[in-house]
């Protein structure tokens, strides 16, 4: 019973054994290469750089995907590792150029993961072989000696993912995608049906609405971890970002068709006949992004679209009777959910490496696809260049971090000083409320470990006796400790190094009070930093970013309807401030979900706030290419109408931004209403007006209300939860 029960318990904390299965390759593949090099080889050297090299790949370096991914990581990275290591010998022959590369190393290797996020899993790692190589003793003859067995630590790791004990694929974000197309696409044939029978289906909450959106949700960055969200400058992560935030509109305009149904039957309503396209083409989408699948296709789409385009002329009257406005408006709303399925299968294509041309892509959106994945990187790097930028800072703080604990272990003399590095690098965090609650474990597993350690090396001061037990103090850092929580960790890894330099550098028992003593130093060092710079973390750079970027979208909405209503030019520039402003909030947005908020404090909801955002620029481009600038020129009553609307949306959002500036929860708003009784305002205009402006201006003021339903979902109705 207590067997059963333990096992239990192991399966609740470590599902599927992964942490057991990875602590298990480490323990193999750190003794294999300390026992060979160190009584092997009769190499100190080679022992201390394999064992380290095989600690900072197999435990500081979080890697995303299946395990022959994960050894191509590892392969691919020994380039990087070699001129690190280089670097820090070559460095290390005085305090101030040691700490000099150090402060010039830690801000590149922590700011690379700007162009990749992924990156930021090899970080530690990568710091971690500059500033084990950046200590005394000098000795640059050493240095083939030192690469040697970093990279037989990295050799056979890589082997180890592939060959022992493999971890189970997990579910990628591309497949998660996949799921949420099968989803939105059964929601869409429900949309499609109850326009041509209002009274089918499930009366109530429908169980394909609430499954479509939970999928939806499911596919927010913030609730997938950092190393697989597609958070990275290159084509395919910006394919999948654009692909999420279409499927995400996608569902809004479909809930929004489905409420507008008509009270009785209509025949042959254009509507349903194009969201069935688009259930079919976001079927045949999601089916695309499995590997090896063919290419989605886009006639069959493109075909409905222009039939439905088409169409347009039925409900505008012919002249002596007044446009049938609600089936324009259902008309128009159906027409911007096709441009958002669209917008997804061709993010689809680009995702998976499909050739596009000129007609397969929207204008501007995919425009970066054309350009090599160094150019778009650059413009990653130098978008984060600025003075807000949460990445920026953190990266900053860490370098500057981590060369004053190299000068203080140096001034100090410290024998041991890269603990007081590793002391740093462990318990600094971006923001001092982080830093703060990593403190804890940190000091009070080090003590531990550091009593425990030191009464051993006490009773026993035979070297043989810690290399028989070295496999057991591994398995227990790296897999028990890990399971038992932050102080175990800490303790055991404490317990790990005594064991380990036992065998290097007999030192008794002050070992450990070296220990405790560079921790402490190491602590005291990345506390002062986290406090001292930029202490508020992603928080601050986030509010301040997320308030520029709903001015921007609100600058771009009143552009576009301006140049619509002929009063400005093409609003290609406000667009574009907007897509600039969404990589630096969005850098903050990533940043803020990995730190600590207090529990009691009611946030501010920024999926809808970014949201919001995405659903300003390719809403603008489907309807200038539908609408273009001049349209409604000469309709004064239209252009009051619209100028009014966009006044007050823009108010709306300035509200937002004011609310968000300052951290607090955003208050009630009035639900938005449907289309259709939205558009009662407009029928007293239509008097004499011409049927192409008609359409005109109902597209735009549907836009306009799909804007202000985006902000409602920030500001639910009465307080409650926002639909997504």
Same mark, same amino acid.
């Given at each position: ?20 299965? $990875? ?209 990275? &400058? ?134 970066? &696809? ?310 009662? $305002? ?26 202000? &339903? ?15």
């Amino acid at each position: 019973m207590l067997a059963t029960s333990l096992l239990g318990r192991l399966r609740r904390r470590d599902p599927g054994y992964a942490v057991l299965r $990875r602590g298990a390759r480490l323990t193999l593949v750190a003794s294999v290469v300390f026992y060979g090099c160190r009584y092997g080889a009769g190499s100190s050297v080679l022992a201390t750089y394999g064992l380290f090299g095989a600690i900072a790949a197999g435990s500081f370096a979080q890697l995303p995907g299946p395990a022959p991914q994960r050894a191509r990581i590892l392969v691919t990275a020994l380039p990087a590792v070699w001129a690190l290591i280089a670097a820090g010998s070559l460095l290390a022959w005085s305090t101030w150029s040691a700490a000099g590369g150090m402060l010039v190393i830690g801000f590149v290797v922590a700011f690379a993961g700007v162009g990749n996020p992924r990156l930021v899993g090899l970080a530690s790692a990568f710091q971690l072989f500059y500033i084990l190589a950046s200590f005394p003793p000098y000795q640059p003859g050493t240095l083939p000696e030192r690469l040697g067995g970093v990279t037989l630590a990295i050799v056979l790791l890589a082997a180890a993912e592939v060959l022992l004990w493999p971890d189970p694929v997990p579910v990628s974000y591309r497949q998660r995608l996949a799921v949420v197309a099968d989803g939105i696409a059964a929601f869409l044939d429900v949309a499609a049906e109850r326009l041509t029978d209002p009274h089918a289906g499930p009366g109530g909450r429908d169980p394909r609405r609430e499954r479509a959106y939970d999928l939806v949700a499911s596919i927010e960055l913030s609730r997938n971890p950092p190393e697989w969200a597609p958070s990275a &400058a290159g084509v395919q992560d910006r394919a999948l970002r654009i692909c999420a935030s279409a499927l995400r509109e996608a569902l809004a305009e479909a809930d929004r068709l489905a409420a507008d149904a008509p009270p009785e039957p209509v025949g042959n309503l254009t509507a349903a006949r194009l969201l069935r396209s688009c259930a079919h083409t976001t079927r045949a989408a999601g089916r695309a992004l499995a590997p090896g699948a063919p290419p989605v296709g886009l006639d069959d789409l493109d075909a409905a679209i222009g039939r439905a385009e088409t169409a347009y002329r039925a409900a505008e009257g012919d002249g002596d009777d007044a446009p049938d406005v609600s089936r324009l408006c259902r008309d128009a709303t159906a027409l911007a959910l096709a441009d958002q399925t669209r917008v997804f299968a061709v993010g689809v294509r680009v995702a998976t490496g499909s050739r596009t041309d000129g007609g397969d892509t929207p204008a501007g959106l995919f425009e970066y &696809a054309r350009h090599s994945p160094w150019r778009l990187y650059w413009w990653q790097f130098s978008s984060h260049l600025a003075p807000r930028s949460a990445h920026l800072h953190s990266s900053l703080r860490l370098a500057v971090a981590l060369a004053i604990a190299r000068v203080a272990a140096g001034v100090l003399h410290l024998t041991h000083g890269f603990w007081v590095l590793l002391a740093t690098l462990t318990v600094l965090r971006t923001s001092a409320a982080d830093t703060r609650t990593a403190l804890r474990p940190a000091v009070l597993g080090t003590i531990a470990g550091a009593v425990v350690s030191g009464g051993v090396m006490l009773v026993v001061d035979q070297p043989i006796v810690y290399a028989v037990v070295l496999p057991v103090t591994l398995l227990l850092a790296f897999g028990l400790g890990r399971l038992l929580g932050p102080v175990w960790q800490q303790a055991l890894f404490t317990l790990l190094l005594t064991v380990v330099f036992a065998q290097l550098s007999p030192e008794g028992w002050r070992l450990a009070e070296t220990r405790l003593v560079d921790v402490l130093l190491g602590a005291v060092i990345g506390v002062l930093a986290g406090v001292a710079m930029w202490p508020r973390g992603a928080s601050h750079d986030l509010r301040h970013n997320a308030t520029r970027y709903l001015g921007a979208s609100a600058d771009a909405v009143e552009q576009t309807v301006l140049a619509i209503l002929g009063g400005a030019p093409s609003p290609d520039r406000a667009l574009d401030r907007v897509r600039r402003r969404m990589i630096l909030v969005d850098s903050s947005y990533c940043q803020y979900h990995s730190e600590r908020h207090h529990p009691h404090r009611q946030q501010v909801n920024w999926d809808a706030v970014l949201s919001a955002g995405h659903h300003v620029v390719p809403g603008a481009e489907s309807l200038l290419r539908r609408n273009p600038p001049g349209c409604l020129a000469g309709w004064p009553a239209a252009d009051a109408l619209l100028r009014d609307s966009a006044a007050r949306l823009r108010s709306a959002y300035d509200d937002v931004a004011r609310e968000v500036a300052h951290d607090s929860a955003t208050g009630p708003t009035s639900a938005p209403t449907g289309c259709a009784d939205e558009l009662d $305002r407009v029928r007293p205009l239509l008097s004499g007006a011409d049927p192409q402006s008609v359409r005109h201006l109902v597209e735009v003021d549907r836009w306009l209300t799909g804007l202000a &339903a985006s902000l409602a979902r920030i500001r639910p109705p009465d307080g409650g939860p926002a639909p997504m």
